[in-house]
């Protein structure tokens, strides 16, 4: 049973981790865009092509 016990309480603890990793890449997901945009409305190339790059490596 305590094997069990430690089995069920790790595999908890990668699902909260999981969780935690989406709603950050998420939130990161949620600045470029933003970012994206603010670059895109003042003709910031450099930051665009960043950005972009950056947006692509999380996806």
């Not at 994206?36 to 692509?56: M, P, S, W």
């Amino acid at each position: 049973m305590d094997k069990m016990k430690v089995t069920y309480e790790v595999m908890l603890g990668l699902a909260a981790e999981m969780v935690w990793d989406d709603a950050l890449r998420k939130q990161r997901s949620e600045k470029l865009y933003m970012e994206i945009d603010k670059a895109l409305a003042t003709g910031d190339e450099v930051a665009f092509r960043n950005l972009t790059d950056e947006l692509k490596a999380i996806n």
